[in-house]
Each structure stands twice: as C-alpha cells, then as structure tokens.
C-alpha cells in the first residue's frame, strides 16, 4: 500500500523525470517509485544493476550479461557449490555471493521472472516451429 510524500527536486530533475515517464509510457510517480526502489536495492547490493528485457525488468550482475536468476540456476546445476559456479561462469566468487544475497532477500521476483522468462521461451519456440513448418 502506498502512502503520500512530499520531496523537493529540481527543475532539471523532475523535468528529466517527466520526459522519461512520457517516453516510457508510465506515470511519473510510478517511475519514480521504481528508481527510488531500485537506488535503494543498489545501495544494498552494489554489485547488482537492473535491465528491461522481454519479460520485464530484472536484477543482474554489473560487467557483465548475466541475471541473478541466471547465475542461481548455475549455482543449483552446481550442487550449490560457490567456487563452481564462479568457475563455470568465470566469475570472482564474490560475484555470485552478491547474487546469491540479492536472491534471499528477493526470492519471489526472482522466481517469478524466471516463470516469465520459460514463458517467453517456450512461446518463442513455438513460434520458430510453426515457421519451420511453413519453410519446410
């Protein structure tokens, strides 16, 4: 539930504010709720950034191309093994302790973007098919 605030920002601010919420199609306020969450999740997780994609805006790693969903599927092919996953996906260890922690505190939005992301993909696939069927 939200509640009203009040904060002062300058003209340059929320004019810049404006124009990207005109750009992407949403309310001001909702576009500044998501950056302000989104600053707060960073400030938490600083080796975490966020990307828009098919299924949505999703938490990944900073330098590199891989979402934290992504980096959990390894650990868990990897029988949980840090050291593993860091190896098989090249990355410090540190990287995936960072995207394990981002996990435990957002389980829930992390799962649900995966069910998204196998969503998309198997809509993708289905669609690939039935253009092989026309080519063949």
């Given amino acids: ?70 980096v959990i599927d390894t650990l868990r092919e990897s029988d949980n093994s840090v050291p593993a996953t860091a190896e098989y996906l090249n990355l410090p260890e540190q990287h995936v302790h960072a995207a394990v922690r981002y996990y435990a505190d957002f389980r829930d939005e992390v799962d649900a973007w995966r069910e998204r992301m196998r969503t998309v993909a198997e809509r993708e696939e289905e669609a690939w098919r039935r253009e092989q069927a026309v080519l063949a």
């Fill in 1 to 70: 539930m939200s509640q009203p605030r009040s904060f002062r920002f300058s003209e340059r601010i929320l004019a810049s504010l404006q124009e990207r919420a005109r750009d992407r199609g949403e309310s001001t306020n909702a576009l500044a709720e998501r950056l302000v969450d989104e600053g707060l999740r960073r400030e938490t997780h600083p080796l975490l950034t966020f990307r828009e994609g098919t299924a949505g805006r999703r938490a990944a790693l900073v330098g590199t191309r891989l979402d934290v969903s992504q």
